[in-house]
Nanobody, 123 residues
Framework: QVQLVESGGGLVQPGGSLRLSCAASGSILSINAMGWYRQAPGKERELVATVTSGGSTDYLDSVKGRFSISRDNAKNTLYLQMNSLKPEDTAVYFC?????????????????WGQGTQVTVSS
C-alpha cells in the first residue's frame, strides 16, 4: 500500500507562515505529478498547487506569490511553503500524488490522497 502523511498544519496569525510536508511511503516505483488541495467548511475541494516530476509548478491565482510548492524526489516528500497567510486560507489541506506502485502482485498507476492537515489563520 502507498500512503501519504501530511504534517505542519496549525494555527497562525494573519501574515504568518507555515510549511506543510507530505511524505509518501510504501511500494512506490515512481511518482509523477504531486499536488496540494484544500477544502474549507461548506466549500468544494480546490487545487492549490501542483508540481510535476520535472519540477514544473502551477498555482491557484489567489495564492500566487505567497505559496511555493516543491518536492524532494529522493525522499518522496512534497512541501508547501505558505507565506503572508490570510484568514481565507483557512482549510484542511490535502496532498495528492500520481504514483506507479505495487499492490500485491499488481503494478499499476494509483492516485493517492493524504488524510489532511488543518490550517487555521486567525488573530
Amino acid at each position: 500500500q502507498v500512503q501519504l502523511v501530511e504534517s505542519g498544519g496549525g494555527l497562525v496569525q494573519p501574515g504568518g507562515s507555515l510549511r506543510l510536508s507530505c511524505a509518501a511511503s510504501g511500494s512506490i516505483l515512481s511518482i509523477n505529478a504531486m499536488g496540494w488541495y484544500r477544502q474549507a467548511p461548506g466549500k468544494e475541494r480546490e487545487l492549490v498547487a501542483t508540481v510535476t516530476s520535472g519540477g514544473s509548478t502551477d498555482y491557484l491565482d489567489s495564492v500566487k506569490g505567497r505559496f511555493s510548492i516543491s518536492r524532494d524526489n529522493a525522499k518522496n516528500t512534497l512541501y508547501l511553503q505558505m507565506n503572508s497567510l490570510k484568514p481565507e486560507d483557512t482549510a484542511v489541506y490535502f496532498c495528492n500524488a500520481d504514483t506507479v506502485a505495487i499492490r500485491g502482485t499488481v503494478i499499476g498507476k494509483f492516485t493517492v490522497w493524504g488524510q489532511g492537515t488543518q490550517v487555521t489563520v486567525s488573530s
